[in-house]
Structures are given as C-alpha cells and as structure tokens.
C-alpha cells in the first residue's frame, strides 16, 4: 500500500510537470505572436526607429563626452609636463647654481690654503733668512769685538732699523727713546744697530717711582709709608753701586744716568754710555737673557741726541 501511494504522487508530480511545461510553450508561443503582431504594426516600426536613433544618439553622446575627457586629460596631461619641464628647468638651474657656487668654493679655498702655503713658506724663508742674518750680524759682532786694532765698526752694523719708513719720524721717540704706542705708533722709530749708549728698559724700581698705579687702598701700606725724597736718593745710590761694577767689567762708561719719571712706558729707564761702541756691544751681547731683581733685563741700542730730552718731565 505504501508503496502504491509513493507511485501515485511521482505520477501526479510527474503530471504537473509536464503540465507546467505545456503552459510555458504556450506562452512563449503566444508571446511569439504577439511580438510578431506588434511588429507589424506601424506603431511599432516607429517606436523600433525612434529608439534605434535615441540609441545612437546615446552612442554618439557618450563617444563624444569620452573624446572630451580624453582631450582634458592630454590637456591636463601636456599641462603636467610643461609644468614638469619648468620645475625641472628650476631644479637644473638651482642645481647649476649650487655646483657653481660650490666649485667657485672649492677654488677659493684652494687659493686660500695655497695662499697661506705660501705665506707660511715666505714667513719660514724670512726666518730662516732673519736667522740667518742674525747669525751673521752675531759673528760680525764677535769679530768686531775680538778685533784688536782699533777699526771702525762695520757697515752692517751702522744700520738703523726703522718702524715705518714711510713715515715721519716720532718725536718724542727721538728725544727719548721710548714712546707710549710703541710698535703700534703710527711714526717712524729709529733703532740704531750699533752706538756707543745703551738703554735698560725699567732697570731702576721704586715705589715713589710708581705713584700713578698704586691704589688708594694700599697706599698707605708699609712700603708707601714715610718715603722721602732722601729714601729715594739713598736706595739710587745702593742700585748704582750694585750694577756699576757689573757694567764697568765690559768697558769704560762715560756716562750713567736714570729716567727720575713716573710714566709708565719712562719710568726706571737707565741710559749707560760708554766710551767705545766696542765696550757697548760686549756689553750688549753678556746682558741678553740676565736678569736684576727678579726681572728679566731689556737692553737695546740708543741713539739720543741731549741728555735733558731723554729725561723730560714727569
């Protein structure tokens, strides 16, 4: 029994299937001789040319509207490259701008250190050469020294040595031999190689000699304190006692005066003449390097014309 109610719904299922499918072939047949109808129909022959020409039109529109986008965008496109071409153009000449600069740098730099190559081998060739002749103007002082016959001095040692040439001469160094600016003057120094005077710089100390620098606070200290006139002559007179005889080991000295002045760049200068420029020199060449008082001693050539301007006023 069950086996006949299975049968019997695969055959009803089976029936309207086919069913189904007799309705759908006439359907379609029927929707074939309708379109068949409308076809024939005038209306329908319009309608099929009005949309076939809307539909080209939309083709042709929308052919059109890509060939315009297309076209803005090789515009866009050229645009982007000129634009390119220019920050290129840019870029190029900046980075030509930057190279030139930078070898215009460069060479500077290599004419600056081939610039100070050659300063350093000129300043190395004119102290080898100063070296040199200061060797030889040593030498010409030795023999010049050790000479025993009684000859002039030699021309190189009658040289004078000048500051700017170019310039006038300074005079308050003329008359005294010393000047405030020293090398900085703008004025002419002359420096005798060789004379018969020599000048010790600062040789003679003493607190009277300093009034200008000493401080109101320590003026009253112990040094500063009952100082006279007559202390000042009596410790002279022990520092003239003390270095005579040193300076009189090198020759006869004709004259031995101090600088009594509280100036600075004048103060304790000592001016020690000597009878022959051969005694100065001997006794130019054994002071270098010596020392006084804890002091090292500076000791050069002069050639003052009068005592009284070499000692002008305080």
Known sequence: MPAKRAWRKLVKK????????????????????????????PEYEAWSKQQAALEEFQ????????????????RREAL??????????????????????????A??????????????????RLAEQAAAEFEAMLQRMQEYMEDTEDRTPPAELRRV???????????????????RYGNSCTFNHQRPMLAKILLIRHFFTHPLLQVGETHKEY???????????QDLRADYDDFFNDVIGELEKFGKILN???????????????????????????????????????????????????????????
Do not use: M
Request: hydrophobic share 30%; aromatic share 8%; with cysteine.
């Open 219 to 229: 003026a009253n200290a112990d040094e500063y304190l009952e100082q006279t006139q």
């Open 80 to 105: 982007a490259q000129h634009q390119f071409q220019i920050d290129k153009a840019k870029r190029d000449q900046e980075e030509a701008k930057l190279e030139s600069l930078r070898l215009q740098q």
């Open 59 to 74: 083709r042709l529109a929308s052919e059109r509207l890509r060939e315009e986008e297309e076209e803005a965008w090789l």
């Open 161 to 179: 040595v000048e500051t700017n040439p170019a310039e006038r001469l300074c005079e308050f160094y003329t008359r005294t031999n010393c000047c």
């Open 14 to 41: 089976q029936q309207r299937q086919r069913r189904r499918q007799r309705q759908a072939r006439v359907r379609e047949k029927n929707e074939v001789l309708e379109e068949e109808a409308r076809r024939s129909k």
């Open 107 to 124: 060479k500077e730099l290599e004419q600056e250190l081939e610039k100070q190559r050659k300063k350093r081998e000129e300043s190395k």
């Open 256 to 314: 031995f005066r101090a600088v009594r002045n509280t100036l600075p760049h004048l103060r304790g200068h000592v001016f020690v003449e000597y009878a022959q420029e051969r005694f100065a020199l001997r006794a130019f060449i054994n002071l270098q390097g010596r020392y006084y008082a804890s002091r090292r001693i500076q000791v050069e050539f002069s050639n003052l014309k009068a005592w009284r301007g070499a000692v002008c006023g305080t």
